[in-house]
């Protein structure tokens, strides 16, 4: 069973910066970081696969950075440059490695979400 502890959400001013970390229990997976506003559907924001290749979504290109400690079993996303439109609930998210491009569509786990404001 896949555990994933999220940390570091909360509000920030419109430029500024929130770092969110997500304790994860295995390192052989995919994993990403996802968010959803309320009556829209949860998308993807950043993955990183076993052998750290990274991708991110078009809004997020530039100002978000997505990176995994296996050793001390922490992935993190660094946000900077933040935007009210970021305002979502943040989730972490653990993915087989063959299914890491299919975003959303791959996910096996995930944790309980982070709150992220941007005002």
């Known amino acids: 069973h896949v555990q994933l502890v999220e940390s570091g959400g909360g509000s920030a001013q419109a430029g500024g910066s929130l770092t969110l970390s997500c304790e994860y229990s295995i390192s052989s997976f995919c994993m990403g970081w996802f968010r959803q506003v309320p009556g829209k559907e949860r998308e993807g924001v950043a993955t990183i696969d076993a052998i750290d290749k990274k991708r991110y979504a078009d809004p997020v290109t530039g100002r978000f950075t997505i990176s995994r400690d296996n050793a001390r079993h922490i992935l993190s996303l660094q946000m900077k440059s933040l935007k009210p439109e970021d305002t979502a609930m943040y989730y972490c998210?653990?993915?087989?490695?063959?299914?890491?491009?299919?975003?959303?569509?791959?996910?096996?786990?995930w944790g309980q979400g982070t709150q992220v404001t941007v005002s």
């Open positions: 998210a653990a993915i087989p490695n063959q299914f890491c491009v299919r975003w959303v569509g791959g996910v096996n786990y």
